[in-house]
């Protein structure tokens, strides 16, 4: 016994390779799928479930789709699946929705400068990122501009907006405006003023208590009523007004929450060292806040976004009106899978993006706090 | 303590730094300082010690108005302390603050907690805060940890940042509550440690400490505080040996006899 001259703990030899079973895809496949009984049963019905639909799906949407078609009935010659000749034939439409044909680059350039606007707003570490900020601070009138016309371009009324483009243009207006007006009602909730303070909280408590149905539907009548006879007030303007108030109350509670969260010694602080109010919000407090706030932001702002659908009721083509209307189309009737799921994918990439960016952002700001 | 009472008649001798005269305190209906009156010099070092709930952090609470006193008279730097905004900033502006939590600021490196009052308040070119911030930094001796954030220290740290965080401002006056009583007692010698420099600095300390050794090395005048008033104030060699109290001998056993 005496000659071993090292030992080890049983299993921890360096020499010695994990036994089958203990490594590689096996071993993933024993800890995920099959570590018991349940589980197993648990995989097995479920590859059988995805048996069962992808494969079909899989089919419809792609090996009996038919892409090149005149009508209903020549889709159904050609194919049992998806009739995509369909949307191919409607896309411009539920993209522009009755923007002029001869107009639609403006649409297509003004989205465009949207992506390049986000760019500085999304990510700190762009370069040249405060030049490029005063051109995001300047995009909603170059886009303003862009999509009415005016000043050398001919106009268009905003009863020819429709499809994609409304949806993308009321989400955009009200993710926007809503945060920066969210944050002030939720300071304006927490103010030791007392009029601000009851403003802020009967503006938030109403607009919260009221379905955005109903402030649409207000938006579109009512309105009438308390404005001067013979005012024409845009109704594409009032409903941004409205679904940007609607979404303001939803960021002003989760930016309170995040207030809520910051200590009280964060506020001494700031205060015993001479910041002012709105120094000491902007450069200690919110970063704060709002960090903790992103993921009910940006929850918020997907609802909304979705929400934008809505002013279908009031009587704007947004991407879910034009698809219905297209759905009622003597040569098309009745294919309502193909526009529902266009639709479905629009909103999904959309809203996913926002969701991953979400993520993103949270992990980001999260480093400096570990350990 | 009649006869110091006269001497607060006149709050614009240039020596007095702080001055606190009738001053008196209510949360609620709960009286919670009565009638305190404080004096404190150009250069002086005065700690504050006394139970709990009596009152002593309230007291240096009021100094730069996080706590506002009822009735009564604050002046610092013959600034008198009022609802005015401006006068509350410019007290600030010269009253350093040392929390027990710290209160650093978790979302900013050390460095920018430390440059960010010079360049808000004032108005320091960034270049020029963030020489001044590294060498107080390198005078609480981390400035190795200048771009680290302050949830990456230890707390014997995080409460040495706090102090190079206040120094930066070039405070006239620096206000501690109770700095070390969050620290686990191998950290508390650090940041004592740094105070005792500071104190040989010339700075005006008001230190609410429980730190005993701390008064007697480095206090000019110790304030003992019960029940929200001023019960004793004396040099520590008197404070300790011959307490004149009843209620500082009873404090003083306790404190000290373990």
């Known amino acids: 016994m005496s000659e071993v001259t090292q030992s080890y703990v049983p299993g921890t030899h360096p020499d010695m390779a994990p036994p089958a079973g203990q490594r590689g895809i096996l071993l993933w496949l024993r800890k995920n799928l099959f570590s018991s009984w349940a589980n197993s049963i648990m995989t097995i019905v479920g590859i059988y479930l995805l ?35 369909f949307i191919k034939d409607r896309y411009r439409i539920l993209i522009y929705g009755f923007y002029p044909e001869e107009l639609r680059w403006r649409v297509d350039v003004s989205f465009l400068l949207l992506c390049a606007a986000l760019v500085p707003i999304l990510f700190d570490n762009a370069p040249m990122r405060k030049p490029w900020m005063l051109f995001s601070v300047s995009y909603p009138f170059i886009a303003g501009w862009l999509l009415l016309g005016g000043a050398g371009l001919t106009p268009v009324g905003t009863d020819e907006f429709g499809g994609m483009m409304l949806n993308t243009v009321v989400g955009v207006t009200g993710i926007a405006f809503s945060l920066p007006l969210g944050i002030l009602l939720a300071l304006g909730r927490q103010s ?26 207000v938006a579109s009548t009512m309105l009438n009523y308390f404005l001067p006879p ?62 903790i706030s992103i993921p009910g932001i940006v929850n918020t702002f997907i609802g909304l976004f979705k929400d934008t659908t809505l002013v279908l009721i009031i009587g704007l083509l947004d991407i879910l009106g034009i698809g219905r209307s297209s759905m009622a189309d003597a040569k098309w009737n009745g294919l309502s899978n193909e526009v529902y799921i266009s639709i479905a994918i629009f909103f999904f990439i959309a809203c996913f993006g926002m969701s991953r960016y979400s993520i993103y952002l949270e992990g980001k700001l999260d480093k400096g706090y570990k350990r | ?43 002086e070092r005065i700690v504050v010690c006394g139970p709990s709930g009596s009152g002593k952090s309230t007291m240096i609470r009021c100094i730069n108005r996080l706590e506002e006193h009822q009735k009564g008279h604050i002046f610092v730097d013959n600034i008198e302390l009022t609802n005015d905004l401006k006068q509350i900033d410019a007290i600030r502006r010269e009253v350093g603050m040392v929390f027990q939590h710290f209160n650093l600021f978790p979302h900013l490196t050390v460095l920018e907690n430390c440059t960010l009052g010079p360049i808000w308040v004032r108005q320091t070119p960034k270049a020029e805060a963030d020489e001044a911030a590294m060498a107080y930094l390198e005078k609480v001796k ?104 009843e209620r500082t001998k009873l404090f003083l056993s306790q404190i000290l006899g373990h």
């Not at chain 2, 304030?223 to 404070?239: K, L, S």
């Open chain 1, 51 to 85: 048996y069962k639909i992808v494969p079909p799906m899989f089919n419809w949407a792609v090996v009996d789709a038919v892409m090149y078609a005149g009508n209903r009935e020549e889709c159904q010659a050609l194919g049992s699946g998806a009739c995509w000749a």
């Open chain 1, 192 to 217: 030791h003023l007392p009029i601000v303070k009851s403003v802020s909280m009967c503006f938030i408590e109403f607009i919260r208590g009221v379905p955005l149905i109903t402030l649409l539907f």
């Open chain 1, 230 to 291: 013979g005012t024409t007030f845009d109704l594409l303007l009032r409903v941004l007004i409205m679904v940007t108030l609607f979404s303001a109350a939803y960021i002003a509670e989760v930016v309170r929450g995040g207030l809520q969260a910051i200590p009280n010694g964060q506020y001494e602080a700031a205060n015993s060292m001479g910041l002012k109010y709105w120094q000491s919000m902007r450069l200690i407090v919110l970063p704060q806040a709002l960090k």
């Open chain 2, 1 to 43: 303590m009649a006869e110091s009472n006269a001497a607060f008649a006149t709050s614009a001798e240039d020596d007095d730094l702080i001055v606190i005269k009738d001053m008196h305190k209510w949360y609620g209906d709960f009286h919670v300082l009565k009638n305190i009156n404080l004096t404190v010099k150009r250069g």
């Open chain 2, 142 to 245: 981390i400035p190795e940890q200048a771009l680290k954030y302050p949830g990456q220290l230890s707390g014997g740290q995080q409460q040495r940042v706090a102090i190079a965080r206040s120094l930066c401002m070039n405070p006239r006056i620096m206000l501690f509550d109770e700095p070390t009583s969050a620290l686990d007692p191998e950290m508390i010698k650090e940041v004592l440690d740094t105070m005792i420099e500071l104190a040989e600095t010339g700075m005006t300390m008001l230190c609410v400490t429980h730190e005993m050794g701390f008064a007697k090395t480095v206090a000019d005048r110790v304030v003992f505080m019960d029940e929200g008033e001023i019960i004793e104030a004396n040099e520590p060699h008197q404070f300790f040996d011959n307490p004149q109290h």
